[in-house]
């Protein structure tokens, strides 16, 4: 670590290399996003072969995320494997409550706790942050029943600490836009089904196709709400909105809705649900 780096954060990332010394050995939990992108890199300096990325892929997961994460672990000189994640057969996620990310992550850390017993290793890691406390996570509670531990929560680092320290590291994935998997999309209580999750990716995939990174698109039955950040929103509602609008209803929505408080994470837990 060099002068060039904050001291307070210098000092985290010391501790995080300290408690996966402290590991042995482990499956990483790896979407290629921002979080579980820098704990694989940190993993594989202290751990090398004895670290193991696990991708879950899945009718919620888009395919160029899926291709972003194993490009990237490739990169970071991982060892990495793919698993299919089955969430929609589970009838209790289908029915999107409040706690639907607990099915989905229960039925995601069963499978990665029986590769970790399969390949010898000890523990089972996600890239949960320090930030993520102070959201809607019901998926923590999977986490905690099957023994998941979160080393960069563990480590007091936040999603801007986390930010900063991939780009010290020069890691490719310092500025990617968050993602979450195309289930959260739908307001709770909305049934998700293959073919209402394809149409909300190929939606978003077209709005990709113009440019746009900072971008969701919220399932409202006939209506699409678009969440957008600043610089999208400007292309939205001037060069590229008729464009944008093509795309969207072509996806399958009769309208198309731009949310005037643009984008933020969690905006489904904005409005009670069923439980």
Known sequence: MNDRINPRLAGKCERLEQILAGLDS?????????????????????????????????????EHERLEARA??????????????????IPEFKDNPRNRCYYCKKEL?????????????????????????SDHRPG?????????????EEAGLTKDDIRELSRHLGLTSWDKPAFACLSSRFPYGTAITGERVSQVGRAEDG??????????VRYHDSVARLELG??????????????????VKEAGFVYVAIDLQ??????????????
Do not use: C, W
Not at 72 to 89: K, T
Not at 125 to 132: E, F, I
Not at 146 to 151: D, Q, Y
């Open 26 to 62: 482990a499956v990483v939990a790896f979407s290629g996003g921002v979080d579980s992108s820098l704990l694989l890199a940190v993993a594989v300096k202290v751990l090398g072969s004895r670290v193991l990325a696990v991708t879950a892929t899945s009718e919620t997961y888009p």
């Open 72 to 89: 990237l672990a490739g990169q970071l000189g991982a060892r990495h494997r793919e698993v299919v994640s089955e969430e929609l057969a």
């Open 109 to 133: 850390f069963a499978k990665l706790r029986e590769i970790a017993d399969r390949e010898g290793l000890d523990h089972v890691l996600d890239g949960t942050n320090l930030d993520d406390r």
């Open 140 to 152: 923590r509670q999977a986490a905690q029943e099957l023994g998941v531990r979160s080393p960069l």
């Open 207 to 216: 709005l990709r196709g113009l440019g746009f990174r900072v971008l969701r």
């Open 230 to 247: 600043a610089e999208e929103f400007a292309l939205a509602t001037g060069p590229l909105r008729d464009e944008v609008n093509r795309l």
């Open 262 to 275: 643009g984008y933020r994470t969690g905006s489904m837990n904005e409005t009670p649900g069923p439980a």
